[in-house]
């Protein structure tokens, strides 16, 4: 017992990783084989009955915003301006980067047409993964990995990941909200930057996390 809860707490995150492949494998076998799952019907079934109004609709919208490219790429500017430490704003755009391209490449394999039925806004491009979900997981998820490792204030290192981690979730739900995301989409985009993330910060840790010269990175 012992040796196991060693060897789970010396791996975790490689479970993780391998979890998070398998069920993307399976779940885009599942999505191959009947286009339109049993499952997405039921998600956007419960979003329409639940959530879907005219309060919520604009809500949603501005939500998806935060998924964007253009938010995307003006946020890195951003950092990249008040960040010190040139090396982890470096590392920001990069993540930004590989993920989007990572995305892009999938989408291009895959093929999966966009739902049609419920569409409130217009959106182009292929649908599975979602990119929106999946760049924000791993755009939001290395910042909630840099705020983890760098702020010491607890409170605000925990405001901060809280309000990310609801961020992400909800520009998720706002996709599938929106009609042009089925819910596997959106799960399989979570799915793809988990695992993505857990080898990306693993390989960059050692020049931005493991920097001993490093002080305060943000003016």
């Known amino acids: 017992m ?55 609709t604009p809500i949603a919208k501005f939500i998806t915003n935060f998924g964007g490219p ?30 989007t391209f990572t995305n892009y490449t999938l989408k291009q394999i895959l093929h999966r047409p966009r739902p049609t039925e419920f569409r409130i806004i217009d959106e182009s491009g292929y649908s599975l993964p979602s990119g929106h979900s999946m760049v924000s997981m791993a755009f939001y998820g290395y910042l909630i990995y840099l705020i983890y490792k760098k702020i010491k204030n607890k409170y605000i290192k925990i405001s901060l990941i809280v309000f990310l981690s609801i961020l992400i979730v909800s520009i998720g739900i706002s996709r599938i909200y929106l009609g042009v995301h089925y819910t596997s989409d959106v799960i399989a985009g979570f799915l793809v930057a988990i695992s993505y993330l857990i080898i990306y910060t693993n390989t960059i840790k050692k020049v931005v996390i493991d920097n001993k010269k490093q002080t305060n990175e943000i003016k």
């Open 2 to 56: 012992e040796r196991l809860k060693k060897f789970l707490l010396e791996n975790w995150k490689w479970i993780i990783l391998f979890i998070c492949v398998i069920s993307f494998i399976f779940l885009v076998e599942d999505v191959m084989d009947s286009d339109i799952m049993i499952f997405d019907t039921k998600c956007y079934k419960f979003i329409s009955l639940h959530l879907i109004s005219d309060v919520m």
């Open 70 to 99: 253009y938010w995307f790429v003006g946020f890195t500017i951003f950092l990249l301006f008040i960040i010190r430490n040139r090396k982890i704003g470096i590392s920001i755009l990069l993540n930004l980067s590989i993920s």
